[in-house]
T-cell receptor, first 113, second 117 residues
Framework: AQSVTQPDIHITVSEGASLELRCNYSYGATPYLFWYVQSPGQGLQLLLKYFSGDTLVQGIKGFEAEFKRSQSSFNLRKPSVHWSDAAEYFC???????????FGKGTRLHILP | DAGVIQSPRHEVTEMGQEVTLRCKPISGHNSLFWYRQTMMRGLELLIYFNNNVPIDDSGMPEDRFSAKMPNASFSTLKIQPSEPRDSAVYFCASITGTAASNTGELFFGEGSRLTVL
């Protein structure tokens, strides 16, 4: 069964600083990997996804993520954060399209002015 | 498109009462997921349907929980009887399941916040 671990519950960075949110997954084959963002009181919105091919994927709002099979990781990065990036970020894994998607527990991002 | 529509947005009830949460998926989406979000457990998958058929309900916490999808445009999650530990935000999400058009993106509703006193 697939699982996702986000080791950081909270992360605080200064506005303009770079960001990396960690995600490790457990799955026997090549998984489908996702990052979603949740603003307060809202549902989740897809930031980016990896299915196959280039291991560095670009998403919306200037985010990118890199799939590293050897480390079972799919870390999310942004070179310079904005105050509007403060939200909760979820990594997710699926076995195949149309199958269930399992989410990590999330990382809450705080931005210092 | 109106997106995934959930109702009610907020529900406050007393322990022992029946709670019914409703979801209308995006038209044309044939997979529907129910998730529960709490501070302690994060976002847990409760059950998901493909073409109105329940595929995996292993996340349903106990027999007090039941879910149905009588047609492609409507699903319910019922809790009977409700308990204080059921207090959470319940999300419905839908996705198109056809191989040709599946982008893998789940579309979430805004959630139903349940408080059981």
């Amino acid at each position: 069964a697939q699982s996702v671990t986000q080791p950081d519950i909270h992360i605080t960075v200064s506005e303009g600083a770079s960001l990396e949110l960690r995600c490790n997954y457990s799955y026997g084959a090549t998984p489908y990997l996702f990052w979603y963002v949740q603003s307060p009181g809202q549902g989740l919105q897809l930031l980016l996804k990896y299915f196959s091919g280039d291991t560095l994927v670009q998403g919306i709002k200037g985010f990118e993520a890199e799939f590293k099979r050897s480390q079972s990781s799919f870390n999310l990065r942004k070179p310079s954060v904005h105050w509007s990036d403060a939200a909760e970020y979820f990594c997710a894994v699926g076995a195949r399209l149309g199958d269930k998607i399992i989410f990590g527990k999330g990382t809450r991002l705080h931005i210092l002015p | 498109d109106a997106g995934v529509i959930q109702s009610p947005r907020h529900e406050v009830t007393e322990m022992g009462q029946e709670v019914t949460l409703r979801c209308k998926p995006i038209s044309g989406h044939n997979s529907l997921f129910w998730y529960r979000q709490t501070m302690m457990r994060g976002l847990e998958l409760l059950i998901y349907f493909n073409n109105n058929v329940p595929i995996d309900d292993s996340g349903m916490p106990e027999d007090r929980f039941s879910a149905k999808m009588p047609n492609a445009s409507f699903s319910t999650l019922k809790i009977q009887p409700s308990e204080p530990r059921d207090s959470a935000v319940y999300f419905c999400a839908s996705i198109t399941g056809t191989a040709a058009s599946n982008t893998g993106e789940l579309f979430f509703g805004e959630g139903s916040r349940l408080t059981v006193l």
